[in-house]
């Protein structure tokens, strides 16, 4: 059984930053691609950044430059370093291992 759990969400004045943390459990970690998503509310899912099993990432036009995904196979864990944070980034956001398995979410929240 498969389960991955987020932290790290809060509260941040705009500009301030934040680093997620997904941790997985039950899963043979290291073969899988890892994402973000978030969802605000009223909005749907949307995708934020992935990271490859070897590494290599990918991010959403809408964070590339402030937002950077990391992992480390041998712990299970994969981070979200969100640094410049905007009110718009306001949303619960997911951990997922592609292509079945979601956390339950954290909660981030960007105002002054």
């Known amino acids: 059984q498969v389960q991955i759990e987020e932290s790290g969400g809060g509260l941040v004045q705009p500009g301030g930053s934040l680093r997620l943390t997904c941790a997985v459990s039950?899963?043979?970690?290291?073969?899988?691609?890892m994402g973000w998503y978030r969802q605000a509310p009223g909005k749907q899912r949307e995708f934020v950044a992935l990271?490859?099993?070897?590494?290599?990432?990918n991010y959403a036009d809408s964070v590339k430059g402030r937002f950077t995904i990391s992992r480390d196979n041998a712990k299970k864990m994969v981070w979200l370093q969100m640094d410049d944070l905007k009110p718009e980034d306001t949303a619960a956001y997911y951990c997922?291992?592609?292509?079945?398995?979601w956390g339950q979410g954290t909660q981030v929240t960007v105002s002054s």
């Open positions: 997922h291992q592609l292509p079945n398995y």
């Open positions: 039950g899963s043979i970690f290291n073969v899988y691609t």
């Open positions: 990271i490859n099993s070897a590494g290599g990432p």
